[in-house]
């Protein structure tokens, strides 16, 4: 019983289908942002994986690629905090179904 | 990967992730899910662990458990207590199916593909590595993430200044 | 050396095994290795499973000791007994204490979020105890030398932002949620200058894991607070704000907010606190005395004394520092703790790796011999560190002369006294009745 590259591509994926889940069904503002944060996370999960397990001319590119990755996802998670809080100021409302003005 | 230690390791930190990623879908409750969402990161950061990338992980547990997750609580403390309830909007089925397909056909591709498997084995320490790379070959995008930093920073504070301060 | 033939034989021999409690681990591993033909597995668990038990002693067997000392100590440092009714000059006192809290109900409160009320108290003793695992207590003796130690130790510290606001936020109080956002907001801002601190250490050592950074001090013979003085200071600050000790408690003072985020924690509940207050300030203790003051080393006397008594010599120093502290300032409030550190010690720290980084350039591509660029570094980094701390508070306007401590002056006349300044001559001055 051994551990490859395609067992870590499998929990990458479900954890990117969770959170594409949770992006697109949740009422709250910040359930949307936890699933987006899931799926950074998945994909960081794939990256390590091949960098780890593929044959390559540099393998340390996949940790450099997360090491950025975490760094924009943390940049952006402070931005959508911020726009949350705006959205809430004017709307008095994060429930994403009411946010709705810009709909047809 | 063959030995027992790393097999165990693997499967009782997969089950942990996936199992609190699910978890956060389910529970009724916001800051639940919340401290779901904070296991499933050091799930995460554990198999960064297995996967032999030390930096990565600590990197990992220092900035997503502990820095994310405090973004996220402010987050949830910030907003109305009605919507704490976790609930789902109305377009939970189409949600699930699409997120269902896009994860089996994630899933699928990658069990499909021959992957050219490299015999090298884990890493020894990456650290540095990592530091010299950043420093050598990916210099650009390190600089331009020190810039996006510094904008988002400034973008967030500006976003939520109260109206009507004046401007010193 | 007469040292070395005193080390093999004679009376002192066992002696000089004492120095080196490794050896009896490694020898059992040895005889169930290779005599009992156990797996590695098992050789790997049991070597984990005796260092954390030895750990986990030595925490236990320190904080009941010092929960005595402590409370004697500031009692002194207050001009009072302190406790001595439990037993010979109270020295039962801990036990009574735990169990005290042992004993005691353990309340509930009926609206608090059980799972969550019940994950804060576990929660918080994690940080205080992973911490050790990558602290050298003497040669050979780390239960798992990371490579990336210091970036360990800062990330196990993170947690326990987590579990503060988890146990404030579970209790369904206004108080511990208040107590635990102020706490979160302290941590989240001194982590930032523990993070620079440690990171002059780390471009000085060359390299994150502590055990390399014991080597290279032992090697050079200079221990790191004379080479990073304004690191070392920043980081004992910023290790007091990161275990909630005075003079920076803001988020357990009883006086002003009942008791924070543990307001609702009773009996065994609130001794996990209360021990996980102990461990954590052990913790930092040793990072602090493995960084800065050369761990288990001390310019070559750990060739005689055993490096783990050296090691724990000096963490206890270092953390009658903390408890000194403790009896002697009063407590900064919240939005000074904060104006501190984002105004005063964030820029201070940020010079200090700028010129760390510039020290080390020059030292390794200049090829300057260590016994010259030492000692200058040191001397240099000395007297910046009090240069930029003297200047930048006043810059600041932290040490503007209205601001300083003055002799008590009497305002109003009482009667015939007068207050006459000292250095004058004896009389009153004449004054009009009515005026100071």
């Not at chain 1, 944060?37 to 780890?52: I, K, P, Y």
């Not at chain 3, 004492?18 to 050789?43: E, F, M």
């Amino acid at each position: 019983m051994s551990v490859g590259l395609e067992h870590y591509l499998v929990v990458g994926a479900l954890l990117f289908g969770t959170g594409l889940y949770l992006a697109l069904a949740k009422r709250n503002f910040v359930g949307v942002l936890m699933g987006v944060e899931l799926m950074f996370n998945a994909a960081n999960l794939t990256f390590v994986a091949f960098s780890r397990f593929v044959e390559s001319a540099e393998p340390l590119s996949g940790h450099v690629f997360v090491i950025f990755v975490i760094t924009v996802a943390a940049a952006e998670a402070a931005v959508a905090l911020a726009l949350a809080m705006l959205v809430y100021r004017n709307r008095e409302t994060i429930d994403m179904d009411r946010i709705n003005l810009l709909k047809w | 990967m063959d030995d027992a230690g790393s097999v165990i390791a693997f499967w009782l930190l997969a089950a942990l992730t996936v199992g609190s990623a699910l978890g956060v879908v389910a529970v009724r409750d916001l800051i639940r899910a919340l401290v779901l969402l904070i296991t499933s990161f050091l799930g995460v950061a554990g198999l960064y662990i297995t996967l032999s990338a030390d930096f990565v992980a600590v990197a990992q547990v220092l900035i997503y458990a502990g820095a994310i997750s405090i973004l996220l609580i402010f987050a949830i403390m910030l907003t109305p207590r009605a919507s704490r309830d976790n609930a789902e909007t109305f377009l939970q089925v189409p949600a699930l199916l699409l997120a269902g397909l896009v994860a089996f056909t994630i899933g699928f591709i990658s069990l499909q593909t021959d992957w050219p498997i490299a015999e090298r084995g884990g890493f020894g320490e990456t650290a540095s590595a990592i530091g010299e790379a950043l420093l050598d070959k990916y210099v650009l995008p390190f600089e331009m993430a020190s810039v996006l930093l510094l904008v988002a920073m400034l973008g967030a504070i500006v976003l939520v200044r109260p109206e009507g301060t004046p401007e010193e | 050396m007469p040292f070395d033939k005193l080390r093999t034989s004679g009376p002192l021999a066992a002696w000089y095994d004492l120095r080196d409690l490794g050896h009896y681990a490694r020898s059992l591993l040895g005889w169930l290795g290779d005599d009992l033909g156990a797996p590695d597995w098992v050789t790997y668990v049991v070597s984990g499973v005796i260092g954390i038990v030895a750990i986990l002693l030595w925490l236990l067997v320190s904080q009941l000791s010092f929960i005595w000392i402590e409370r004697r100590v500031i009692g002194r440092m207050q001009a009072r007994i302190g406790p001595n009714r439990v037993g010979p000059r109270g020295l039962l006192q801990p036990i009574a204490d735990a169990m005290k809290l042992l004993l005691k109900e353990a309340i509930t409160v009926r609206l608090a979020d059980r799972p969550l009320f019940w994950l804060g108290p576990v929660l918080i003793f994690v940080p205080a105890m992973v911490v050790f695992a990558v602290i050298p207590f003497g040669k050979g003796m780390t239960l798992a030398d990371l490579n990336v130690g210091v970036l360990f130790v800062i990330a196990i510290g993170s947690i326990n932002t987590v579990a503060v606001f988890i146990a404030g936020w579970s209790s369904n109080n206004k108080f511990a949620l208040l107590g635990a956002m102020r706490t979160v907001a302290m941590l989240i801002s001194y982590e930032l200058i523990q993070v620079l601190a440690l990171l002059g250490v780390v471009i000085f050592a060359g390299s994150m894991r502590l055990g390399e950074v014991v080597a290279w001090q032992s090697h050079y013979n200079a221990w790191l607070l004379f080479l990073q003085p304004l690191a070392l200071v920043s980081f004992i600050i910023a290790g007091a704000v990161e275990i909630n000790r005075s003079p920076m408690d803001i988020s357990e003072a009883e006086s002003e907010i009942v008791a924070g985020y543990h307001t609702e924690y009773s009996g065994i509940k609130f001794g996990f606190f209360y021990t996980a207050e102990y461990f954590a300030g052990f913790a930092i203790s040793a990072v602090i005395v493995t960084l800065f003051l050369g761990g288990w080393t001390a310019w070559g006397l750990e060739e005689w004394v055993p490096g783990w008594l050296l090691f724990l010599s000096k963490l206890y120093l270092v953390f009658f520092l903390f408890i000194w502290t403790r009896g002697t300032l009063p407590r900064l409030r919240i939005d000074q703790l904060m104006a501190f550190a984002w105004k005063f010690l964030l820029p201070l720290a940020l010079v200090n790796v700028l010129i760390a980084g510039g020290e080390v350039l020059a030292w390794r591509e200049g090829d300057i011999s260590s016994n010259v660029a030492l000692p200058v570094f040191g001397l240099a980094n000395a007297a910046l560190a009090a240069q930029l701390i003297v200047g930048w508070g006043t810059f600041m306007g932290h040490l503007k002369p209205e601001r300083r401590a003055k002799r008590a002056v009497l305002t109003q006349e009482l009667g015939a006294i007068y207050y006459v300044p000292a250095g004058s001559q004896g009389a009153p001055p004449e004054r009009p009745l009515g005026e100071p």
